[in-house]
């Protein structure tokens, strides 16, 4: 590979480069968002990282793999004995018994356990604003001061007109089911509310005119 720097061209020789062919066994199907956190290195190895609604765990299969201490965390058993099997496929002994049965609104971990707190398209599932709002800050008491709170979910950006409301924030979705939508005012409010420091702008990207994915990402002061 070359480069330039002061006019001048530099050639070097990248080692243990993985080939391109080999990054779907790597990385699996991880978010892209995730991996930009990744790349930004807000996720490092000595970190205690938690999954809220990781269902069978693909935002996590290269983290356990990599050896990070990771725990998840999903309302469904099925989710959680697929996780555990993922767990236990990646050698990682000490994160076997990481993974539970919970609702994110109670969790069995103590107050700042995590460096990181994932928590990728769940949050749409909230019954209603106070769900949300109560899930929002269970994830936040189990954060680290200083850790970073990951969240993808489905929210109202961009969809002006082509939502059909439900009742209150519950929205029909175009592909069927109702969701909970957030809108941007009410993230901005409980960032606030929880006096975070925002670490991306909100960043929306709109599905094929059936929703909207938003990425809210927050540091804990
Ligand atoms: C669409 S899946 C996303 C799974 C994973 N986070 C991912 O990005 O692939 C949503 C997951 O959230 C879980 N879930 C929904 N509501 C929950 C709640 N209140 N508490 C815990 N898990 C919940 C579901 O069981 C499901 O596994």
């Known amino acids: 590979m070359c480069f330039k720097l002061s006019g001048k061209t530099f050639s070097i020789r990248l080692m243990n480069v993985p080939a391109i062919a080999t990054l779907p066994a790597i990385f699996g199907n991880i978010d892209v968002y995730l991996f930009d ?16 609604g990781c269902g069978a765990g693909r935002n996590i299969e290269y983290l356990l793999k990599a050896g990070v201490t990771v725990y998840g965390a999903d309302i469904s058993e ?7 099997q993922l ?19 109670n969790l069995p971990y103590s107050d700042g356990k995590f460096d990181v707190v994932l928590c990728s398209a769940v949050l749409h599932f909230a019954k209603d604003e106070q769900h949300f709002k109560s899930m929002v800050q269970e994830l936040w008491r189990v954060l680290k001061p200083g850790g970073m709170f990951f969240s993808r ?9 082509k939502l059909q409301q439900v009742s209150g924030r519950q929205y029909q979705m175009p592909h069927g089911p109702v969701w909970f939508l957030a809108d ?11 006096g975070a420091i925002s670490l991306e702008p909100l960043k929306t990207v709109l599905v094929e005119q059936d929703r909207s994915m938003t990425t809210w990402v927050l540091q804990k002061v």
């Not at 979910?153 to 007109?161: C, R």
């Open 37 to 52: 956190q990744l790349l930004k290195g807000r996720i490092r190895e000595g970190m205690t990282v938690f999954d809220a």
């Open 78 to 84: 099925e989710a959680i004995a697929s996780v555990q």
């Open 87 to 105: 767990a236990e496929q990646a050698k990682q002994e000490r994160n076997h018994q990481n993974f539970v049965v919970s609702d994110l609104v």
């Open 153 to 161: 979910f489905s929210t109202t950006i961009g969809m002006a007109g």
């Open 184 to 194: 941007e005012a009410l993230l901005r409010e409980q960032a606030v509310s929880l």
